[in-house]
């Protein structure tokens, strides 16, 4: 049913439980198994060095992050593939999943006020509605 699985990760509470959901599916399945986070850039950068230093800066923030999914999948026997992309998350997120062809993006659901949620959106809500794939939201 699912050939190629997306998890997106940027180390919150929520993330580490879908992390560990995507592992134990892929592991059952035998589907590859790759994990996305996003560094957020300014809406719009001024300069291609802004861009280059968001990269860097999310690079260097998101080191930790891989290491232990890295480590979690290894000790469940699941190899796992990270991708760092910059962008808006949502946006960022569901472009890969295009681009790449994966069929199941797993997420973490964060849960903020419904006032929130209505006058900012959710991230979750968003990817919900923009991947063009199933998405498996873990609380």
């Known amino acids: 049913m699912f050939g190629k699985i997306l998890v997106a990760n940027d180390g919150a509470p929520g993330d580490r439980k879908a992390?560990?959901?995507a592992v134990e599916l892929s592991k059952r399945i035998s589907a590859p198994l790759h994990m996305?986070?996003?560094g957020e850039l300014a809406l719009f950068p001024a300069t291609i060095d802004e861009v280059q230093e968001e990269k860097?800066?999310?690079d260097h923030r998101f080191a930790p992050i891989i290491k232990a999914a890295q480590a979690y999948a290894r000790s469940r026997d699941v190899m796992i593939d990270t991708h760092v992309v910059p962008g808006q998350v949502a946006e960022a997120a569901v472009g890969l999943v295009r681009e790449q062809g994966f069929d199941l993006l797993v997420v973490g659901f964060i849960g903020h006020s419904q006032l929130?949620?209505?006058i900012i959106g959710g991230t979750t809500d968003r990817l919900v509605r923009l991947a063009?794939?199933?998405v498996l939201v873990v609380k």
């Open 36 to 38: 996305v986070m996003v």
């Open 116 to 118: 929130y949620e209505r």
């Open 132 to 134: 063009p794939c199933t």
């Open 56 to 58: 860097d800066e999310a």
């Open 19 to 21: 992390l560990e959901a």
